[in-house]
């Protein structure tokens, strides 16, 4: 006999290059601004301090590829990421055990709210209403780590109808994979089936209906989406 009041929710699934099987989603941590370029367009300091997260919700993601432009904003911007898989997890991980929790990587997208993120700054209010929204997370098919290597460096392109927008190379992360997962893991208990996006290089800018988004990581699949 069901014993729940309302049906349970959707469990939210990212297929895997080469598999039949899926990777089901616990979390979503976004790490802010760790690329030095994209820190400087934004208007701050790309020294290094300790990194700083927020997270998107687990049914943000669409793997449909069509994004439905957003409702109660004129402002929606495009930043291209490696997403991290995680097939395990704890607390207070070393920097050396890291990777050893790390299923694989894909493409995703932040798409951004640009206008009501920067409300929100100004007012000292979180920043889920201008990144935490539906369909806010595009993402392609992971590829395991045993095929892919540890992404240590490698391009990271976005194009927008054809023309490059965002370019860069994943060496140029402030905080590199393993600080990522050691940082979280000493806040949180992580686990299987969480997700970390990376931060994006600069060149962010707004998308409107119609255009169609290209991305790409050196040794992952392509991301491809429309904005409708």
Not at 104 to 109: A, C
Not at 130 to 142: I, Q, R, V
Request: overall charge neutral; hydrophobic content about 35%; charged content about 20%.
């Amino acid at each position: 006999m069901n014993s729940l009041i309302i049906p349970e929710p959707k469990l939210t699934l990212i297929p895997i290059k080469d598999s039949s099987q899926q990777f089901p989603v616990r979390r979503i941590y976004c790490i802010g601004r760790n690329y030095a370029d994209h820190a400087i367009e934004m208007g701050f300091d790309p020294n290094k301090e300790d990194p700083f997260f927020f997270q998107k919700n687990t049914d943000n993601i669409d793997i449909s590829g069509n994004f439905p432009y957003p409702p109660q904003t004129s402002d929606v911007h495009h930043e291209i990421e490696l997403v991290v898989a995680l097939k395990s997890g704890g607390s207070n991980i070393s920097l050396s055990e890291s990777y050893k929790h790390v299923l694989g990587f894909g493409v995703g997208l932040d798409m951004t709210r640009r206008d009501l993120q920067g409300q929100a700054k100004k007012t000292g209010r979180p920043w889920e209403i201008g990144k935490a929204f539906e369909h806010s997370a595009p993402m392609g098919e992971l590829n395991l780590i045993e095929k892919s290597g540890t992404m240590e460096s490698g391009s990271i392109v976005l194009k927008v109808n054809g023309a490059i927008k965002q370019q860069g190379d994943l060496n140029m992360m402030i905080w590199k994979i393993p600080e990522m997962i050691s940082h979280l893991s000493k806040y949180y208990t992580l686990q299987a089936g969480d997700l970390i996006m990376t931060g994006t290089p600069a060149g962010v800018g707004p998308v409107q209906k119609g255009d169609y988004l290209e991305g790409s990581i050196s040794k992952l699949s392509n991301l491809a989406v429309k904005v409708v």
